[in-house]
């Protein structure tokens, strides 16, 4: 099992840029497959990208590619988004998220598919 906390949430202006940070407790962080997401009040929660175990494998969702960086240093058991050139529609809760897939070079888009999640951070974008 593990446990999720998300740090690096703020407001910031459009144009500006921020980190997140997602420390995982526990052992064998390595063996996670894990992703970011946000959600809005009212709507449903959206994927944002995600990076496979060893960090070989990522992927975003369309509207993050250019902006969002998605990376993991698994010495530190941690997990990083870089969100550059922001936009208010950026703003959102953010999320991350993990499922235990050692050695996988897949990775993973629907919330159904992570079994564990932080608390989340906020992320306010002023125009």
């Known amino acids: 099992q593990v446990q999720l906390v998300e740090s690096g949430g703020g407001l910031v202006q459009a144009g500006g840029s921020l980190r997140l940070s997602c420390v995982a407790s526990g052992r064998a962080f390595s063996f996670y497959t894990t992703g970011w997401f946000r959600q809005v009040p009212g709507k449903e929660r959206e994927f944002v990208a995600a990076?496979?175990?060893?960090?070989?494998?990522?992927s975003y969702a369309d509207s993050m590619k250019g902006r969002f960086t998605i990376s993991r240093d698994n010495a530190k058991n941690t997990m990083y988004l870089q969100m550059d050139n922001l936009k208010p529609e950026d703003t959102a809760v953010y999320y991350c998220?993990?499922?235990?897939?050692?050695?996988?070079?897949?990775?993973?888009?629907?919330?159904?598919?992570?079994?564990?999640w932080g608390q989340g951070t906020q992320v306010t974008v002023s125009s």
């Open positions: 990076i496979s175990g060893l960090g070989r494998v990522t």
């Open positions: 998220a993990a499922v235990m897939k050692p050695y996988s070079t897949i990775t993973y888009s629907l919330t159904s598919e992570y079994d564990y």
